[in-house]
């Protein structure tokens, strides 16, 4: 008879853990920013019928780094789950703290069952109050694990250097167009050297307070992004006064009489 193979639970915690943060890791990044009027979400998509960012209630939207079919869900359970408290009690009974946690509920339960692999997801869910002070930004991880972010925060891809390069350019109270120009630079950002992400690259969403109807979702459009961001193409860089277009060439001769 055969011995049975045998894992420890803290190395099989640890293998899902990086089976996780791998499949994660393969994504482009989203970065959240928070600016004078809302919040501000931003992410490298070139799909325009998959979206990472989407609207769950009227002052709160969530965002998804991933497996796009296991994000998808969670988003519609969470769609499902605020619709269902907003009808049977009150509006103001949904609230993105509520919300986030049921999503770690649900995705500490998958990373800790032994009988289906963990999901390949991050998410951001945020909610707008009234004044910037009651914002709020909640950071969900594989695991379930739950961090509250303030200014700025980014998940998937290479994070580390997004992040970064959002910790020495942000300024809190930053208006709309400067805050997406922050992102979208941060996004392009790498340590070898900067890209440029066209406009129909981008996916970019805003909670803003400022909206007079009760919901406060607004996805900008590639169009609305090139008259906010301008003319963001690499400039050549001109030929120095010493090395000027045919300084290496040879004088001509003289024409011959």
Known sequence: ?????????????????????????????????QFADGVLFVSENPSQALHKVSEIYDRIAFAAVGRYNEFENLRIAGVRLADMRGY????????????????????GTIFSSGGEKPYEVELFVA???????????????YDGQVADEHG??????????VAGHLKEHYTEG??????????VAALGHSESSDRVIPDGDLEVAVLDR????????????????????????????????DQAPGADEP???PPIA
Do not use: W
């Open 152 to 161: 700025y925060a980014v998940m998937g891809g290479a994070a580390d250097t």
């Open 1 to 33: 008879m055969s011995m049975p193979f045998y894992v420890s639970p803290e190395q099989l915690m640890k293998d899902r853990a990086d089976f996780a943060r791998k499949g994660i890791a393969r994504g482009r990044s989203v970065v959240v920013v």
């Open 174 to 183: 930053a208006s709309l167009e400067s805050a997406l120009a922050l992102a």
């Open 251 to 253: 004088p001509t001769a």
């Open 88 to 107: 049977a009690y009150d509006r103001r009974d949904v609230t993105g703290r509520g919300l986030a946690n049921a999503y770690a509920q649900t995705l």
């Open 210 to 241: 400022t909206r007079s109807q009760p919901r406060k979702f607004k996805r900008i459009v590639p169009k609305q992004l090139a008259q906010i961001l301008g003319d963001r193409t690499p400039v050549a860089e001109a030929p120095s006064s």
């Open 127 to 141: 909610e707008i109050g009234d004044s910037a002070e009651d914002d709020q930004i909640y950071r969900l991880t």
